[in-house]
């Protein structure tokens, strides 16, 4: 019977540690809330007393903050709250969404768009991310191959969630107007964009249908080239037609032009791997290595690839840490078990009782809800230790009865189930005590707090 057991408590804890997730540390989300608006072209000044003021006296009112910070920025505000670690999340961002909708009738009308609430993540960060350069092609040209090709072929490694581009430039049409040519035909910089609207769309052309024809038309109203922008009609006064080219001039080049990301005056773009919630890291940058590899054969001559970033290192060193300390307590359990009974078959009996206690456990983390990480790491080798004490403790007290009360032959299962119930206690009690002085502490007012539960 208590072999069957064994096994069962194996192949449950086989099949919960196959599906436990692996990370650096559990997944607990902080209990933030961020409301970001964007409004172009305005100043810091002009963000923080028509945006951010508005927006932090509306959601001052809820309860259960415990501190709100923000920061007005050329064109954007960001207002920071932080709840106590008693407030239910999901209640919380609700209270902020219904407060920033009721404060949004006092916001400009003409911001970009209604502002954004989001919660704080834990799977929210990178845990693999690598760097593409090009000493040939411009940043235009590195952030196309890097968001039609490479991006492409890691958006299907299984677990990730998303691919971030850093430093990304994308293509756009940049006007540059001119001053006094706009104020010699009377024109000013809304008119141009009153222009750029009206012409630059598509319509629906509908379709011709005839006895035996029918046909589907297409508008051909988007603006494409240079020429197309700078042959763009502006307006029309007495026959005298205005274009784009007599006020301005188009050319191509990249949408936001503030930012960059270079490496010795290199221009380069990163690609970073955000997981899926519950998924295995290790599993993930393992196939992230195979496909970089196929990447660097494929790649052309003149485009580098380099790896930036990898958090699995250190939850790799943990997992080599954690099966060093394994193998030494099994070591050092049949080296002191022999040397006191001088017996190898009751030296290597605790070998059999350690790995279907630890092996049991990871059944027991996946029904908790558990990840495999640094303090579950930590946890197994305090668990190991304690398990190997009792496996020594028990191993002890049923040879010495097994040899001084009855016969080895006849009565050893009669000792074994003797000893172990009188040593009930005494484990119990040793667990009791472990329990009490890791986690008896009041951590409700610190964010380890979480950590613990």
Do not use: C
């Not at 009153?194 to 024809?213: H, M, Q, S, V």
């Not at 990871?362 to 668990?383: D, K, P, Q, R």
């Amino acid at each position: 019977m208590a072999m069957v057991f064994s096994i069962i408590i194996v192949l449950f804890g086989l099949i919960g540690f196959d599906s436990l997730g692996v990370r650096e540390y559990p997944s607990i989300d902080p209990p933030i809330i961020t409301v970001r608006t964007a409004y172009t072209g305005a100043s810091s000044q002009v963000i923080e007393s028509q945006i951010t003021e508005p927006i932090e006296k509306a959601i001052n009112g809820i309860a259960g903050i415990k501190s709100i910070s923000s920061a007005s920025n050329q064109g954007s505000s960001s207002i920071t709250v932080e709840f106590n670690l008693e407030v239910d999340l999901e209640a919380a961002a609700n209270d902020v969404r219904d407060k920033v909708s009721q404060a949004v009738r006092q916001l400009p009308q003409d911001i970009d768009a209604p502002p954004v609430v989001t919660k704080s993540d834990a799977n929210s960060d990178a845990i693999v991310s690598m760097t593409l350069e090009s000493n040939v092609r411009n940043h235009l040209q590195i952030s196309d191959y890097a968001a039609n090709v490479i991006l492409e072929r890691l958006q299907t490694i299984p677990g990730v969630s998303t691919v971030q581009i850093w430093g990304e430039k994308k293509y756009a049409m940049r006007i540059w107007l001119d001053p006094a040519r706009l104020s010699s035909y009377q024109l000013t910089a809304l008119d141009v964009q009153n222009a750029l609207n009206r012409e630059n769309i598509e319509l629906p052309g509908g379709k011709i249908a005839g006895d035996a024809t029918e046909l589907t038309i297409n508008t051909m109203g988007k603006l494409m080239t240079e020429d197309d922008f700078n042959n763009l009609i502006i307006s029309s006064n007495d026959g005298y037609v205005i274009r784009l080219r007599d006020v301005a001039t188009a050319r191509l080049g990249p949408e936001n032009e503030e930012t960059i990301l270079k490496q010795s005056g290199t221009p380069m773009i990163g690609l970073a791997i955000v997981p899926q919630p519950g998924s295995n890291y290790i599993e993930i940058t393992d196939e992230f290595y195979r496909r970089y590899d196929q990447l660097q054969k494929d790649l052309p001559k003149d485009f580098k690839l380099d790896i930036a970033l990898d958090n699995t290192t250190f939850i790799r060193r943990s997992i080599g840490e954690v099966e060093e300390t394994l193998l030494i307590a099994f070591l050092l359990v049949v080296v002191i078990i022999y040397l006191f009974f001088r017996d190898w078959l009751i030296a290597i009996r605790p070998l059999i009782d350690i790995p279907v206690s630890l092996i049991g456990a990871f059944f027991i983390m996946y029904v908790a809800g558990f990840s495999v990480n640094i303090l579950t790491l930590l946890a197994i080798v305090l668990a190991t230790g304690l398990v190997v004490d009792d496996g020594i403790v028990v191993t002890e007290n049923i040879y010495k009865r097994s040899k001084k009360e009855w016969s080895r032959q006849k009565q050893q299962r009669k000792a074994r189930m003797k000893s172990s119930s009188l040593l009930l206690l005494p484990v119990l009690r040793l667990l009791l005590y472990s329990y009490l002085s890791f986690f008896w502490k009041d951590l409700s007012e610190d964010s380890f707090g979480n950590l613990e539960l």
